[in-house]
Nanobody, 123 residues
Framework: VQLQASGGGLVQPGGSLRLSCAAS????????ITWFRQAPGKEREGVSC????????DYTNSMKGRSTISRDNAKNTVYLEMNNLKPEDTAVYYC?????????????????WGKGTQVTVSS
């Protein structure tokens, strides 16, 4: 099972990015997907998650109203669209999968992790 996060980059404050988490070797239908981020010198934190069916989503307080998580199970991909980005959003963003999670999502007990994608918000 491999998860690959992509879509990061350098963006100015107030800008937008759409991150993608593509899976291979597994069908994402049975997995909740969670996005985490880790900034230099800080602990990893959960950003957003989505259940296997896509019916349940959650966002950390700092991202509420500025981001949207979605999934396309036909493409085996989950997306995180982030708007009005701030310098404090600068971090490496990772996606992770948790099995048997069709109707829930959370930030613990991940089964698989992907490599991260760097997001830098700077003028």
């Amino acid at each position: 099972v491999q998860l690959q996060a992509s879509g990061g980059g350098l963006v100015q404050p107030g800008g937008s990015l759409r991150l993608s988490c593509a899976a291979s070797g597994v069908s994402l239908d049975d997995y909740a997907i969670t996005w985490f981020r880790q900034a230099p010198g800080k602990e990893r934190e959960g950003v957003s998650c989505i259940s296997g069916t896509g019916d349940i989503t959650d966002y950390t307080n700092s991202m509420k109203g500025r981001s949207t998580i979605s999934r396309d199970n036909a493409k085996n991909t989950v997306y995180l669209e982030m708007n009005n980005l701030k310098p404090e959003d600068t971090a490496v963003y990772y996606c992770a999968a948790k099995g048997r999670s069709w109707y829930i999502c959370d930030y613990y007990g991940m089964d698989y992790w992907g490599k991260g994608t760097q997001v830098t918000v700077s003028s």
